[in-house]
């Protein structure tokens, strides 16, 4: 058993069972077990696989407590699953604000502190995009597991040179694209798996709002990521091709306004606008296959899943000619219930689970890779003017 540990053993039925309860420190767990060999190998799964005794939070540091980092650190306190060490930002302001909120955590303007500790296990990467591989880089080399903001980064070389040192030093890298932990998205994922689409035929979302504008970024970095990690998540498919067009409206600045055209090896084809010049705030996504349709709006908090029974349809006109003729069927409205947990507290709870070795990352560093590398090709039709770009997946 681990160090520390104790175990109480008494029987709960006549049927010879028993119930096993492990104490590490003020920690308690329970199980009913038909032998002592059942325990044996829990044991041995939660203290060799992760190498993380039973009952101890994971140790994190937080670096970034700008826009997104609060969120981060109010989810971090809140969970079982992690003690906040460090909270980390360069702005003073920041800094005295994670002070006041979250006294238990050390606050230091040093990210390095953060990111060398050697009880640090994980590091959660809240800062600016341009920032995000450096910092990445430095944890991963000091041995820390790493959940970064999405974008994982700016580029696809150094999206590719974080996976690999990922894969080096044995630690998981995860990318934090949040909206697919909602309840909203993974409702749609079970609706493609098990069928109820058809045939996936086309995706159309549109993402707008006033501000948040970047400096480092254009608004497809910055907004239309999401649309692309639920598509991928959703479909379990990548676009071959991209053709992107778009405006800055105030000079030197990023692009503000932009829509992207997505092109896949079969008929699939996936449109998503952008903005930040929107004065309301728009998140809605329309998903069609031949035999259902589903619209996703994330602002809707009554039903934001809403799955319709409409298509089109085509039968042949006998004859020599042998004319299509096209029909639309409209049919019920069904808004099926989602899980309405915040997404953060799901995905921290995933997180704790993966860096136990139990589950699979859902967006790993692989994905988030891919994502980058779509941007990327957006981002060189947007300087074309809308020309189409190849999205290259094999970097060698």
């Not at 989810?75 to 604000?97: G, Q, T, V």
């Amino acid at each position: 058993m681990p160090p520390g540990a104790s175990r109480q053993h008494r029987p709960v039925s006549c049927t010879g069972q028993s119930e096993i309860v492990v104490r590490v420190g003020a920690a308690t767990a329970s199980w009913v077990l038909a032998d002592d060999n059942q325990l044996i190998s829990m044991i041995r799964k939660a203290t060799v696989t992760s190498g993380q005794p039973i009952g101890r939070p994971f140790v994190a540091s937080l670096v970034g407590f700008g826009y997104w980092g609060p969120n981060l650190a109010r989810n971090l306190s809140a969970s079982r699953d992690f003690d906040l060490k460090y909270i980390s930002d360069i702005s003073s302001d920041c800094l005295e604000s994670a002070k006041h909120l979250y006294r238990s955590s050390t606050c230091v303007a040093d990210s390095a502190v953060a990111l060398s500790d050697p009880d640090v296990d994980v590091v959660f990467v809240a800062t600016p995009a341009s920032t995000h591989f450096e910092l990445c880089q430095e944890a991963l080399r000091n041995g820390k597991n790493v959940l970064v903001e999405k974008p994982l980064t700016l580029d696809a070389t150094s999206s590719e040179a974080l996976v690999r040192l990922a894969r080096q030093q044995g630690l998981m890298l995860a990318v934090d694209h949040t909206f697919v932990f909602t309840g909203a998205v993974q409702k749609l994922r079970e609706l493609v798996v098990e069928g109820e689409l058809g045939a996936l035929r086309y995706f159309d979302s549109i993402r707008m709002n006033l501000g948040l504008v970047q400096s480092d970024i254009n608004v497809l970095w910055d907004l239309a990521v999401h649309d692309l990690s639920i598509l991928q998540f959703v479909t379990d498919r990548v676009p071959v091709a991209v053709s992107a067009t778009g405006r800055a409206h105030a000079p030197s600045t990023q692009t503000s306004t932009a829509y992207m055209t997505l092109f896949y090896e079969d008929d699939f084809i996936a449109h998503i606008g952008t903005s930040w010049m929107s004065p309301v705030k728009i998140r809605r996504s329309l998903l069609a296959g031949t035999r259902q349709m589903v619209v996703y709006d994330d602002q809707d908090a009554g039903q934001q899943v809403k799955l319709f029974d409409s298509g089109v349809e085509t039968s042949s006109v006998p004859g020599a000619d042998r004319r299509r003729l096209v029909q639309t069927r409209v049919g019920d409205m069904l808004a099926p219930k989602v899980d309405t947990r915040e997404a953060l507290a799901v995905e921290l709870k995933d997180l704790a689970s993966c860096m136990r070795g139990e589950v699979e990352p859902l967006v790993p560093g692989e994905s988030g890779l891919d994502i980058v590398r779509v941007l990327e090709a957006a981002t060189r039709s947007l300087d074309q003017n809308g020309s189409s770009f190849p999205v290259i997946y094999d970097s060698s």
